[in-house]
């Protein structure tokens, strides 16, 4: 597989042109309300076939199309990542309450062996206190606590992530390119191969070349596939 790559093909045709076990993470982030037409035409088997036995799933979900996928992925789920924009409701509605998040849901096609790195990349918060956090007592016992300090990965990956609002021109249904740098970073190795068949305006794209990925993306629709070509010289077959 050439290190950048972009097919305008669909989701299902994609993955069966990938060779068994020979990918390291797979994003899947289609139409929310596409997840159910998805689950049926067999997507996560077709995930779990590519992914070699360290890799990650993570697929972008919304409640309620949430539900079934969770229970068709239970036995390789692992844990639950949610991500939000700060003070910015995603969706609203007079007869629920206000959406401010959205979901990521870690799958992974071997909980023994399955690849992680808990350093996210983020910055120390600039009210995190460094130095020496004093003694841990329990019943009697105390021990004397070392010293913090920055890490040079930066902070452990936390399961809710927070950005800032992006510029408002900044197209609608787009992700934060940070986000996608810290999922790379936490669920693939440096020169890991990534698959995004639904790479829209190429957020996982950009992300991926800023931290050392392969990259194979696909896309059906002509916007996005034309803007992707405009901005980025790829091999496309």
Known sequence: MVELQLKKQDVMKLLKGVEDETVDLIVLDPYYNDWDKMLKRGILE????????????????????????????????????????????????????LVYHHKILWFVKSKKEHYFDCRSGMDYSEKTQFGNKGYMVFEGYKEKLST???????????????????????????????????????????????????????????????????????????????????KAKVYND
């Open 148 to 230: 913090y300090s920055k890490h040079p990965e930066g902070v452990w990956l936390p399961d809710v992530l927070t950005f800032d609002k992006p510029h408002k021109t900044t197209y609608q249904g787009q992700k934060p390119q940070e986000l996608m740098e810290v999922l790379l970073k936490c669920f693939s190795p440096e020169e890991g191969v990534v698959i995004d068949p639904f790479i829209g305006y190429g957020t996982t794209f950009y992300a991926a070349q800023n931290s050392s990925r392969k990259i194979l993306g696909g896309d059906i629709n002509d916007c996005h596939f034309k803007e992707m070509l405009s």
């Open 46 to 97: 077709e995930c779990f076939r590519c992914l070699k036995s360290s890799g990650n799933l993570l697929c972008f979900t919304q409640q309620p199309f949430d539900y079934e996928l969770r229970k068709t992925g239970e036995k390789n789920f692992r844990r639950e990542i949610i991500w939000n924009y700060a003070k910015r409701p995603k969706w609203v509605s007079k007869n629920l309450p």
